[in-house]
């Protein structure tokens, strides 16, 4: 397979980033422009749930971990391709447990995993106002129950959603 131009003076990999955090927080904002900033493929989460994670979410009704083992599984397997085609790639993902990122991680273990992070009643406002989405300002207590902060083995970092969208863009890419 030739190298296309762009590909041919790079002396680094491209990077594999999973933009995390509970839902509401700006995932899929930070995470399209991340991936149009840097040039990469950019991949949407929830376009991978099976229609019944989809239906219980917006029943209202949490997911457990046998719901979320499919979806994670598919969202690896992506992250794999990225990694392998060496395209590198942004995905967002909610990546609330240890044990998910751990899944994401599979085929790519350098993946770089950019915690979104707001307080409480913020994000609760966010969801509040939001249109168009499956998940109910309901779950996030349940989201916040279930998640575990990254550890100091992972490769990651955490960013505080106060900032500005392009803000967060700018301060992800200095990490990268």
């Known amino acids: 397979m ?3 131009v ?3 003076h790079r002396t680094t990999p491209r990077p594999i980033v999973v933009v995390m955090g509970v839902s509401g927080v700006g995932k899929t904002t930070v995470a399209r422009l991340l991936a149009e900033r840097l040039g990469l493929p950019y991949a949407e989460a929830d376009d991978f749930h099976p229609p019944a994670n989809i239906a219980k979410m ?5 997911l457990d971990d046998e719901d979320r083992r499919p979806w994670l599984h598919a969202l ?3 992250l794999g391709e990225c990694a392998k085609a060496g ?3 942004v995905v967002t993902c909610s990546a609330l447990k240890r044990q998910y990122r751990d899944i994401l991680r599979t085929d790519c273990p350098d993946a770089f995993f950019l915690h979104l992070s707001g307080g409480h009643g913020l994000i609760e406002d966010r969801l509040a106002h939001r249109t168009g989405h ?5 779950l996030l207590d349940s989201q916040y129950a279930t998640l575990e902060p ?3 083995d992972e490769r990651g970092a955490v960013l505080d959603v106060t900032h500005t969208p392009a803000q967060l863009v700018e301060m992800a890419e200095e990490l990268l």
Request: avoid cysteine; aromatic fraction near 8%.
């Open 2 to 4: 030739a190298l296309s």
């Open 134 to 138: 499956f998940m109910p300002p309901s």
């Open 87 to 89: 395209t590198g790639g």
């Open 6 to 8: 762009e590909n041919q």
């Open 76 to 78: 690896a397997d992506w």
């Open 58 to 62: 917006t029943a209202g009704i949490p």
């Open 150 to 152: 990254l550890q100091p």
